[in-house]
């Protein structure tokens, strides 16, 4: 599900891919508005899909501090407000989510933007953030 969900370098708030052409897609705001809009090729675009948070040993893919957020939230949206939590809040929140990540290379400003998307994806009827399994991969026996 996170590799339709894109982040857009300059613009607020998540996008849902709707449809791609030819140098650009065509997005929609993961919001109540639902508006959609185009993004060109010139525009720096990431899927969540593709975004990883550091830790001591290795990195550990989005899908999964998501999947912690709702777990300490149980699946209700954040407590925390991103915007007024001081950076001590947001260390302790962080370090229950994902106990050994990477003090250095983490910043507040990194935990803020995740309790952002996941509060988005949360008031927007987005759960479910583990990859889909590979069963329609599987070839078919009633052809």
């Known amino acids: 599900m996170l590799k339709t969900i894109l ?6 708030g998540l996008y ?5 052409g030819r140098n650009m897609l065509i997005v929609e705001a993961v919001d109540a508005s639902k508006k959609r809009q185009p993004i060109h090729a010139t525009d720096k675009v990431v899927s969540l899909g593709d975004i990883a948070m ?7 893919p989005l899908w999964q501090v998501l999947e912690n957020v709702k777990a300490k939230c149980e699946g209700a949206l954040c407590p925390i407000d991103h915007k ?5 809040e947001l260390a302790d929140f962080f370090a229950e989510v994902l106990p050994n990540y990477d003090r250095d290379r ?7 933007k995740l309790i ?14 583990a990859p889909e399994k590979a069963e329609d991969e599987a070839p078919a026996e009633d052809e």
């Not at 983490?106 to 803020?112: D, E, I, K, L």
């Open 7 to 12: 982040t857009v370098a300059g613009k607020p």
């Open 16 to 20: 849902k891919l709707v449809s791609s």
């Open 54 to 60: 550091f830790t001591d040993d290795e990195e550990v």
């Open 84 to 88: 007024k939590a001081s950076n001590d």
């Open 106 to 112: 983490v910043y507040m400003s990194h935990v803020r």
């Open 116 to 129: 952002q998307w996941y509060n988005l994806l949360i008031g927007n009827g987005l759960t479910e953030f």
